[in-house]
T-cell receptor, first 114, second 114 residues
């Protein structure tokens, strides 16, 4: 069964460093998302991506964040200058397209900023 | 921002009995509701969903009920099995946009005792 994959599973970085989190969505899906979950809190929406552009972003998704689909398979989230409060699980998700509302999530990347 | 609320942080049931997980929402623009299951160190796994035009959807042991007037939905698992032990998230989508970003509740930890 097709699944969303994410790498790395765990990333440790120092404050102020740039990180890139990688995702491979399910191949025939059209909509892509990033969510995050800070320890003990809800899963929160960050950004949605469709047709090679951001379709919606949350207040959390400020200028330090960017997303890219550099080729036909990868979907990346970049944080330019990490802060301690960026420490969280980051989940990538994909959705087939019109008429399908369910999103399929990857296993997540645990980001630890020290 | 508590648009989706799961007021029970945990629930414990005996194997073979019914598990009922509850969820309330406040945003009238939500028109699609989903339940996800999450094991530790994994991403959320889609379980079952319901459109706001329906009041019930069933898939095997899982049934979701929607009461629009009360802005309440519930997930019934019958019979419960030890493998069902996980965190269950209620999520809602719609909010008038087309991206169908998900708004999650905090989750309920279900423990099914053998």
């Amino acid at each position: 069964e097709p699944e969303v994959t994410q790498t790395p599973s765990h990333q440790v970085t120092q404050m102020g460093q740039e990180v890139i989190l990688r995702c491979v969505p399910i191949s025939n899906h059209l909509y892509f998302y990033w969510y995050r979950q800070i320890l003990g809190q809800k899963v929160e929406f960050l950004v949605s991506f469709y047709n090679n552009e951001i379709s919606e972003k949350s207040e959390i998704f400020d200028d330090q964040f960017s997303v890219e689909r550099p080729d036909g398979s990868n979907f990346t989230l970049k944080i330019r200058s990490t802060k301690l409060e960026d420490s969280a699980m980051y989940f990538c998700a994909s959705r087939p397209g019109t008429g399908h509302y369910e999103q399929y999530f990857g296993p997540g990347t645990r980001l630890t900023v020290t | 921002d508590q648009q989706v609320k799961q007021n029970s942080p945990s629930l414990s049931v005996q194997e073979g009995r019914i598990s009922i997980l509850n969820c309330d929402y406040t945003n009238s623009m939500f028109d699609y509701f989903l339940w996800y299951k999450k094991y530790p160190a994994e991403g959320p796994t889609f379980l079952i969903s319901i459109s706001s035009i329906k009041d019930k959807n069933e898939d095997g042991r899982f049934t979701v009920f929607l009461n629009k007037s009360a802005k309440h939905l519930s997930l019934h698992i019958v019979p419960s099995q030890p493998g069902d032990s996980a965190v269950y998230f209620c999520a809602a989508s719609g909010s008038g946009g087309s991206n169908y970003k998900l708004t999650f509740g905090k989750g309920t930890l279900l423990t099914v005792n053998p």
